[in-house]
């Protein structure tokens, strides 16, 4: 009752006050008017240089629109500026925001908006709730700074936020915040699909799953690989790097990490007065957002992650930062030596003296793709993906790959040998490292035989006697460097 009634006060002398020309919120003068220019995420509107709050025009509209979740997935997104997450929101502490939220007619639902930001009830949403084809404005002073998470209100709620209806408004301090190099916009987010990770078409919302809180995928910036291969953050060697990272939920808390980087600072939960120094992963609750600042010293590609793993690897949540310059060896040397591990010494080799174990050998092509298939799930799923997929950015799809079917020889080279360097598959670059695998001839023969009978692949068998006859030609891993 205090808060709203309090909050009802400062709305009131703050709205009242511009049109007197007086002394706005915090004692400071309340001059000129200005439209807020939004982006896209990952872009964030530039820095605010005034040193005195104005009159802030947002203009915000609520979109559906079907776009990509991943490749050959499909969904019907609800969107804040046609976007996911929604367009970044940049005012200064004390500013007077006009906010106009538009529903494009095309809409077939009815979205509000409730901004953390705002001190008054619902945090805008009764106020800003319109229907297909309506606008409504409301005004209100960004009395706290911070960085905050908006979303849709309007019931049902969850279903809402899991279309894809939340973003970020920044309130920047008074003092403002220090100067970097590279500001970025990273939104966490879960997304409940009829179909599973990686199942084609379109998805439609699954509000049992969501209710389980079971997503099929939980992805930064809408869509798996939003922020991967040529669509990865980029940075300098010496540059600060600031994220703007919010976390739309509807269910989940991210743990949110950048592999091989150290957070120099984080603003926690978004605010301003807490900052940790030196921190590996920080907490963002569903709901909540972070500022992490980092330098970056050395070169090489840094991957966002929500280290709640699985996630990462298996439902999307993964991201990059190339950053490029001048590697520093002193900060990181890099893979010095590579050698064979004897741990028991050169002279000490055993050789097997029990009989080696029974290996079952396929006996036709069929026993070889039932054999080959437990062989894929145990290690090769974990990359490429139980149905062949790949992941976007970090490793190639084995469905109808262009790569594999061109040449089985060579397939079999990588599996025996492993493989580095830039790959091209199906018109898209990877670059990642292939570890050879330690699997018997057997094993190779069914697995790729099975690999072929897959997901439009062109259905060769390999044998045992071409996996052998390619294991005594010898060779290495296959460089793509040198092709
Ligand atoms: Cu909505």
Known sequence: MF?????????????????LAAIGCGGERLRG????????????????TRTHPTKVIVNLEAHEQTARLADGVDYTFWTFGGTVPGSFIRVRQGDVVEFHLANHPS?????????????????????????????????????NPGLYVYHCATSPVGMHIANGMSGLIL????????????????????????????????????MRRAIDEDPAYVVFNGSAGALMGDKALTADVGETVRLYVGNGGPNLVSSFHVIGEIFDRVYTEGGTKQINENVQTTLIPAGGAAIVEFKVETTGNYILVDHSIFRAFNKGAIGMLAVGGAADSSVFSGRQYEGIYQPEGGAMQRMPTAAAPVVPTAKNRAEQIAMGERVFAQNCAACHQPNGSGLAGAFPPLAASDFLNADPKRAIGVVLHGLSGPVTVNGVQYNSLMPALSLNDEDIANVLTYVYSQWGNNGTRVTPDQVKAARAAGGQRVNMDAH
Do not use: M, W
Request: include cysteine; glycine fraction near 10%; charged fraction near 15%.
């Open 3 to 19: 808060r709203s009634s309090r909050a009802s006060v400062a709305l009131l002398a703050c709205v009242l006050v511009p049109s």
């Open 33 to 48: 008017e200005e439209t807020a220019v939004l982006t896209a995420p990952p872009l964030v509107p530039p820095p605010i």
């Open 107 to 143: 809409s077939k639902n009815p979205h509000n908006i409730d901004l953390h930001a705002v001190t008054g009830p619902g945090g805008g949403a009764s106020a800003s709730l319109v229907i297909p084809g309506q606008t409504a404005t409301f005004t209100f002073t960004a009395l």
């Open 171 to 206: 309130v920047e301090p008074k003092e403002g915040l220090p100067k970097v190099d590279r500001e970025y916009y990273v939104q966490q987010g879960e997304f409940y699909t009829r179909g599973d990770f990686g199942v084609a078409g379109h998805q439609p919302f699954d």
